[in-house]
Structure formats: structure tokens, C-alpha cells
């Protein structure tokens, strides 16, 4: 299999890893975070709040292998665009990770004995502190920068068309979605789970899977077809 095409497919795959382990976090996680009072009774949940930190590193991990993979492929048709992919999905991480460790943070806090011994009013404390920092994590990470890079990546499909420029409008679209969905939460919107405005971020959820089932079946496009000099016309020698 040529190089390029076999980067293709890794990143597909990870694409679809990273997706999917993000969406399967939040689906296990699921409402442990929820009320003002979740930090005393999170440690009876710590089997299940570890499993959702693993897929969230897990996704984190994937999704910063891809700009890393790409950025080659990108490089010829935008060095600038390129780079810049790369520190946006850097600073996404950041972010993702920081909010994984805050939940590691609330599960110890949870389990030691020293919370238990608090005062409720502490705890009602400490436990909207660390909810604040998860929830912000996720809107500037997962949200605000993953917005900028989707954005950032699909100017440089487009431009270059090493897939589909269907495909490249589709996810230019999507980063415009899931860009206003973070800007509504630092806005002070509801953007947790089963928020309305969660309807923003499905165009880019779908468009990447359907990128990553493209570059797993098609690869990139090399453009030959379409920068194979054309012939110069026969002309005819007079009579």
C-alpha cells in the first residue's frame, strides 16, 4: 500500500476512535456529575467514572495523532494552515486532558476520608469548583478549539481538494456549528448533555465519520488527474 494512502487509513481509524471514545465517555459518565452534592456520593460510582476517563484519554490521544499524521499531507498545500491545525488540536487537548484530570481529582476527593469528615457546605464548595473547571474545559477544548480546527483543516481540503469538496463544505459548516456551540456556553447557555443547542456539534460529529469512511475507502486525492499537463493541440500542416 503507497505511504499516503496508508496514512490515510490511520487516520480514518482514528478519527473514529476519537469520536466515538469521546461520545462513549460522556454516555458512561452519564449524570455522576450532576447536583450540587455529586462529590459525596461519587466514589460509589468510581468504577464507572474511571471507564469514562479512559475513553476520554483514549480520544484525546487519537485526535492529537491525527494532526500530527496530517500535517505532511496538509503541508505542501498550506504550511501556515497546516502548523496551525497542529497547535489548535494541541491546545484541544489541553483542555480534554485537564478536564479528565478534574474528574480524577473529584473521585479522590470523593474517596478520602478527610471529605467525609467536611462540612456540607464545604463540599457543596469544592464540588462546584471542580464541576466549573470540567464544564469550562469542555467548552474551550472540546468545543472553542476543536471548532477552530475543524475549521482550519477543511480551508485546507478545500483548497487543495485531496477529498471531495462536498465533503470539505460539509465540515467547513460543522466547525461553524460546534464553534457557536461553545461560544453560547461562555455565553452562559446550557450546553451540557441534553442541551437543544447540543443539535449544533451533530453536522461535524457525522461529517467526520463520514471523512474518516472516505479516507478508508478512497485515501486522499493526489490531483494528477486534474494537474496532468494537457497535451498541446496537433496543428495541421498546411497544404
Not at 487543495?160 to 466547525?175: A, D, E, F
Not at 469512511?213 to 486534474?226: I, M, P, R, S, V
Request: proline share 4%; charged share 10%.
Amino acid at each position: 500500500m503507497h505511504a499516503e494512502r496508508r496514512t490515510a487509513a490511520v487516520v480514518g481509524v482514528l478519527f473514529i476512535i476519537a469520536t466515538v471514545g469521546s461520545i462513549l465517555g460522556s454516555v458512561v459518565l452519564g449524570s455522576a456529575l450532576d447536583g450540587p452534592d455529586y462529590l459525596a456520593g461519587l466514589s460509589a460510582d468510581a468504577g464507572r467514572v474511571t471507564a469514562a476517563v479512559l475513553c476520554f484519554l483514549v480520544a484525546a490521544t487519537c485526535a492529537f495523532a491525527t494532526s500530527f499524521l496530517l500535517f505532511p499531507i496538509l503541508r505542501p498545500h498550506s504550511e501556515g494552515l497546516a502548523a496551525g491545525y497542529v497547535g489548535l488540536r494541541a491546545f484541544e487537548n489541553v483542555f480534554y486532558v485537564t478536564g479528565a484530570i478534574g474528574i480524577l481529582v473529584m473521585l479522590t476527593l470523593s474517596q478520602e476520608d478527610a471529605v467525609g469528615a467536611a462540612a456540607p457546605a464545604d463540599l457543596v464548595a469544592v464540588g462546584a469548583m471542580l464541576a466549573a473547571l470540567h464544564t469550562w474545559s469542555v467548552v474551550m477544548g472540546t468545543l472553542i478549539f476543536f471548532g477552530l480546527g475543524c475549521l482550519t483543516l477543511n480551508v485546507v481540503l478545500f483548497r487543495s481538494r485531496l477529498v471531495p469538496r462536498w465533503l470539505s463544505i460539509w465540515g467547513l459548516l460543522g466547525g461553524i456549528g460546534v464553534l457557536t456551540y461553545g461560544l453560547l456556553g461562555i455565553l452562559g447557555f446550557d450546553t451540557g448533555m441534553g442541551s437543544p443547542y447540543m443539535l449544533l456539534a451533530m453536522p461535524i460529529a457525522f461529517q467526520e465519520m463520514v471523512f474518516a469512511g472516505w479516507l478508508l475507502a478512497k485515501g486522499f486525492e493526489t490531483g494528477e488527474a486534474q494537474h496532468r499537463p494537457t497535451p498541446a493541440p496537433r496543428v495541421a500542416a498546411a497544404a
